[in-house]
């Protein structure tokens, strides 16, 4: 059975740092594309970050590039997405997903969610 388990979110101010972690399980994700979205309240899910597992090649939206950094550990099964500069707008419950279609940014593309961790950033 796959899981992905999302962890590492909480409450920081504008400006702070939060790191979360997707643990994955049940399957190994080699050609997968691995991403992280987010939900804000009364908004749709939107894309944030990708990596493809295999190669490690990342990409991003445009509104975090430079501020996030998505990475991926083969040996403990995790994809982290590292934080930085964080500002109101980033508020959302975020979300580990992982699909099979290439450099995706598309919710419909992703085959596997995770249930979601929140990040508050207060002004």
């Known amino acids: 059975q796959v899981q992905l388990v999302e962890s590492g979110g909480g409450l920081v101010q504008a400006g702070g740092s939060l790191r979360l972690t997707c643990l994955v399980s049940g399957r190994t994700f080699g050609a997968y594309t691995m991403g992280w979205f987010r939900q804000a309240p009364g908004k749709e899910r939107e894309f944030v970050a990708g990596?493809?597992?295999?190669?490690?090649?990342?990409y991003y939206d445009d509104s975090v590039k430079g501020r996030f950094t998505i990475s991926r550990d083969n040996a403990k099964n995790t994809v982290d997405l590292q934080m930085n500069s964080l500002k109101p707008a980033d508020t959302a419950v975020y979300y580990c997903?992982?699909?099979?279609?290439?450099?995706?940014?598309?919710?419909?593309?992703?085959?596997?969610w995770g249930k979601g961790t929140l990040v508050t950033v207060s002004s």
């Open positions: 997903a992982a699909g099979r279609i290439g450099r995706t940014r598309s919710v419909d593309d992703m085959d596997y």
């Open positions: 990596i493809i597992w295999s190669g490690g090649s990342t």
